[in-house]
């Protein structure tokens, strides 16, 4: 057993930077960790110093999926059902969080662990990244929402090729796949999403919280639906002190400096 917490934060410039950290079982996560992640996902989406969140590994590794192992030594284990929506929970929080969110991966990602990186926003990848929905190779089928952004992100057909060989695949056919936004050298990772992550956390809050709904929710829209939820969204940027920000920045040739506040009397 070990002192050290299952889940390291560290803020910077307005950056959350959370590593799961259980090297030792490549950050598998157990009931400790999956509790840990979701309380730490629930706070940063109400932390208005929070700008952009970035998930990460320790020791080399983004994540080795669920510690199926830890439900050995539970004495009385909660249903199935309710386990999994705990699970869902975390799911839901880390898609609908109203802040950028980047997945940085070296080493293994996968099952839960590689769809726990696809439910962020933005993905960088080492060549050292190796990815696979393990899930059939356990008797399992596709969770912490797999079913739901394969297909979007891939298309059907490969979706279903990568759930039901559940075979590993690199960085490189992850990123002709489109599934890994970014390759970059492994030397040059920490320095890559450390810029990447001021990039995001200095753009206008509450419009960035609307460019991921607004994209989330449009997958399943109709265009009408669309651009009804823009008009709605554009008018709430209308009413925060940033646009005007924006405007008076081009104007004097420099960069604006956004915070999100409420501008209406």
Do not use: Y
């Not at 265009?223 to 008076?248: C, G, K, Y």
């Amino acid at each position: 057993m070990s002192d050290e917490p299952v889940l390291l934060s560290e803020r910077t410039e307005g950056v959350l930077t959370l590593t799961l950290n259980r090297p030792r079982r490549k950050n598998a996560l157990d009931p400790v960790l999956w509790s840990a992640l979701g309380e730490a996902l629930a706070g940063a989406g109400t932390d208005p110093d929070v700008r952009a969140v970035v998930l990460t590994g320790a020791g080399g590794d983004f994540c080795a999926g669920a510690d199926l192992s830890a439900r050995a030594g539970e004495s009385a284990p909660p249903h199935p059902l309710h386990r999994m929506r705990k699970i869902n929970d975390i799911a839901l929080l880390l898609h609908e969080l109203p802040k950028p969110t980047v997945a940085k991966v070296d080493g293994v990602a996968v099952g839960a662990g590689w769809n726990l990186a696809l439910g962020c926003d933005l993905v960088v990848a080492s060549p050292r990244a190796r990815f696979s929905q393990i899930f059939a190779r356990r008797g399992l089928s596709v969770d912490f929402g797999g079913s739901w952004q394969l297909p979007r992100l891939v298309g059907l057909q490969q979706a279903k090729r990568l759930a039901l060989l559940a075979e590993m695949i690199d960085a490189a056919e992850a990123e002709r796949l489109g599934l890994v936004t970014w390759l970059v050298a492994a030397e040059e990772l920490d320095a890559f999403v450390a810029d990447l992550g001021r990039r995001l956390a200095a753009g206008p809050p509450v419009a960035q919280a609307q460019n991921k709904a607004l994209l989330n929710e449009g997958v399943d829209r109709t265009l009408r639906d669309a651009l009804t939820n823009e008009a709605r969204a554009q008018t709430v940027n209308f009413a925060t002190q940033d646009a005007p920000a924006a405007l008076a920045a081009f104007n004097e040739k420099r960069e604006p400096e956004f915070t999100g506040e409420w501008a209406v009397k």
